[in-house]
């Protein structure tokens, strides 16, 4: 067998790692949910699934890719063959994920086009929806293909493509980039919003803590999966991605660097998105917290809109799409990587450059039906089922197969080996125990609300949809890992 390729030094293992968790997760949908979970209030649960979940389920990735020396599949099935679904599951709901993460990359750079006349000034919102997506009125009314977002998203996996077609030879050069380049216009974008009139408001609606929402269970498992998309678990990346490393290197400072990086960047990412928000409040005269509430529309409406507003807006509008475009394409392809990494596995002859080319087309087939009028709402709708369902069931099989079968303590033993700061007890009793039991916890709470009403009030046959997206490919997997054995047996190492 050939070596396994290599990332070209540890540095840029991490910018990689920091570039898939640091992703649209952070700039918008973190500032959203702390908008609507009552600003401060929600720092404090986000920050305790951090330490109890994000880092050790982190470090058990990373500890995972590193070890086995595979992908997501083969490192599952080094543990146990009957385990390798749990790879496959967590692969089938990356592809999920990136087939729709790269449409709202294709209006980000549409946006971007748009922001030097700034296209978009006046009602944002009737732009958004009726001249950028052209939404049709309903889920049911799909109403034929929007041929630019179309051809948005051809160049946006063109693009992607030409990050991974080498996997980590190409993805090591383009990560140098685009992992440092949007931070430093984040915090342009900061300096822009806090020094805008009346930002302090913005600001202190942000930090200043309600109490009252902690005893709100939806802020926690709000919090709890924010946490799992934002670090880019339960997807096969950070097995994959540590993969490309020498078991020997350092993977508690590897995964406490990159989850804290990460959070680090939302936050400040925040304080970016509520000055400016906090100056709109003032120039419309409408509270912060109505403006904060905006929820997924907040990157294409409302943040427009209050660029528009300022001094130089042209520059802004087009600094802020560049920020999300260059922070989603290392999310972008790291999903694609996931998937070439465990195909090349399976098939060591096969030529790279060919196998990227093939996820990355049926990538752009798969998001199709996100281009069409009712793109939207089938965005919406698988989004809630792929992020509430499939990544929580990977991550409580990831926790069963590494704590109990392969055993907690043996994985922490490998890792305290290489690792210069020591993880104690506390790890394998998370993962064996705490994890587990959250997850449980959470997916129930949020299968009860499912059969109480349909998500969003859209229609039965839409949330079959939703459902088939995380059983269809949960079925696969189980199919496959049970499927009776070849006589050549999975390589391990
Ligand atoms: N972590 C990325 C973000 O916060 C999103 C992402 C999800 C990336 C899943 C890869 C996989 O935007």
Known sequence: MADRARWSSRMIFVFAAIGSAVGLG??????????????GAFLIPYLIALIIMGIPLLILEFALGQKMQRGAVHAFAAIKRKFMGVGLMAIFTGFTVVSYYAVVMAWSLMYLFYSFTLKYAG????????????????IGEI????????????????????????????????????MPLPVILILI???????????????????KPNFAALFDTEVWTAAMSQIFFTLSLAFGI???????????????????????????ISIIAGFAVFGTLGYMAFKQAVPVSE????????????????ITMIPMAALFGVIFFVTLLTLAIDSAFSLVEGVTTVVSDAWHKASRPLVSLIVCALGFLAGIIFTTRAGLYFLDVVDHFATNFGLIIVGILECIAVGWVFGAEKLRKYINEVSDYKIGKWWSFCIKYLIPILLIYLIAVQFVAEMKANYEGYPNWAIVIGWLVVLVPLAISFIVS???EKKKAVATS
């Open 26 to 39: 952070n700039v918008w949908r973190f500032p959203y949910l702390a908008g609507k979970y009552g600003g």
């Open 291 to 306: 403006l904060a509430a905006a929820g997924p529309s907040l990157a294409f409406i409302v943040y427009p809109k209050a």
């Open 143 to 178: 109403g034929g293909i929007n041929l630019t977002i179309l051809l948005t998203l051809v160049v946006i996996w063109v693009l992607i493509y030409f990050c991974v077609w080498k996997g980590v030879k190409s993805v090591g050069k383009v990560v140098v980039v685009t």
């Open 482 to 484: 049970y499927w009776p």
């Open 123 to 138: 009602d944002t919102k009737d732009f958004f929806f009726n001249k950028a997506l052209q939404i049709s009125s309903s």
């Open 238 to 264: 950070m097995i994959a991605y540590a993969s490309y490393m020498k078991k020997d290197s350092d993977i508690t400072k590897n995964a406490v660097i990159t989850s804290v990086v990460n959070s680090a």
């Open 189 to 207: 974008l900061v300096l822009r919003g806090l020094t805008l009139p009346n930002s302090l408001e913005g600001i202190i609606f942000y930090l």
